[in-house]
């Protein structure tokens, strides 16, 4: 079992900044790529960044690519999304999740173990 919290989550006002941290525990050992989903009220769970653990490959959603980047500390098992140019349109519960294959994808059904989220709002 791995389990995945995340924090930093809060209120913004547009073109600010956040950023949010993953901390993953358990057998951490198991996962090879870790991935920040989110979803707003209504809507389906989107694909926002992936990051692999060995090498540090990534991708963006088109929506994120240039305000958001992801990145890991392998010695803290922790996975962050630094989050500029924020719009209204990025209010969403933010879920970071873990993959147990090298991969990266960008399907929710891909990752294995999910965290509870936590709330970004963006006020205009």
């Known amino acids: 079992q791995v389990q995945l919290v995340e924090s930093g989550g809060g209120l913004v006002q547009a073109g600010g900044s956040l950023r949010l941290s993953c901390a993953a525990s358990?057998?951490?050992?198991?996962?090879?790529?870790m991935g920040w989903f989110r979803q707003a009220p209504g809507k389906e769970r989107e694909f926002v960044a992936a990051?692999?653990?060995?090498?540090?490959?990534?991708y963006y959603a088109d929506s994120v690519k240039g305000r958001f980047t992801i990145s890991r500390d392998n010695a803290k098992s922790t996975v962050y999304l630094q989050m500029n140019s924020l719009k209204p349109e990025d209010t969403a519960v933010y879920y970071c999740?873990?993959?147990?294959?090298?991969?990266?994808?960008?399907?929710?059904?891909?990752?294995?173990?999910w965290g509870r989220g936590t709330q970004v709002t963006v006020s205009s």
């Open positions: 358990g057998r951490t050992f198991s996962n090879y790529a």
């Open positions: 990051i692999r653990w060995s090498g540090g490959s990534t």
């Open positions: 999740a873990s993959r147990t294959y090298p991969a990266l994808v960008t399907t929710p059904s891909g990752y294995d173990y």
